[in-house]
């Protein structure tokens, strides 16, 4: 498992970054004691499969899936899968609606860091 990145950019400049060949956009980065505790990652919603399935090949299957009730602004209701892989240390959570119905989210965390965190998604009534 490996991102992509372009490490002789000159500072200040873009540089894509691409997880499994997909290209995604760094949402949030945040480090403690000169190292990540948190990588939030947006991808286009349509990339979705791909990184599910290539995460379940790469991870093993997820120790933990629910589902998300999101609508649209026609007010359409779609349900939206949620996925975690956790090994007591870190975590990879693959939300399949991120910000908007066009995008889904890839995180990467520390639990520690977690831990201390709001929930990275709102329980809904239903779990």
Same mark, same amino acid.
């Given at each position: 498992?490996?991102?992509?990145?372009?490490?002789?950019? /000159? !500072?200040?400049?873009?540089? !894509?970054?691409? +997880?499994?060949?997909? /290209?995604?956009?760094? &949402? @949030?980065?945040?480090?403690?004691?000169?190292?990540? @505790?948190?990588?939030?990652?947006?991808?286009?919603?349509?990339? +979705?499969?791909? =990184?599910?399935?290539?995460?379940?090949a790469k991870v093993g299957e997820p120790t933990s899936r629910a589902t998300e009730d999101v609508?649209?602004?026609?007010?359409?209701?779609? @349900?939206?899968?949620l996925l975690t892989w956790d090994n007591g240390v870190s975590s990879i959570h693959l939300e399949? +609606?991120?910000?908007? =119905?066009?995008?889904?989210?890839? @995180?990467?965390?520390?639990?520690? +860091?977690? &831990?201390?965190? &709001? /929930? =990275?998604? &709102? !329980?809904?009534?239903?779990?």
């Amino acid at each position: 498992m490996a991102l992509g990145f372009d490490p002789k950019l /000159p !500072p200040g400049k873009s540089t !894509p970054i691409t +997880y499994a060949e997909i /290209p995604i956009k760094v &949402k @949030v980065a945040s480090f403690s004691e000169d190292r990540w @505790v948190l990588l939030i990652f947006t991808a286009k919603h349509p990339d +979705y499969d791909f =990184l599910r399935n290539n995460l379940i090949a790469k991870v093993g299957e997820p120790t933990s899936r629910a589902t998300e009730d999101v609508q649209d602004r026609m007010r359409v209701h779609f @349900v939206g899968e949620l996925l975690t892989w956790d090994n007591g240390v870190s975590s990879i959570h693959l939300e399949e +609606y991120g910000d908007d =119905l066009d995008s889904s989210s890839l @995180v990467f965390a520390l639990d520690d +860091y977690l &831990k201390q965190q &709001k /929930p =990275l998604s &709102k !329980p809904s009534p239903d779990r």
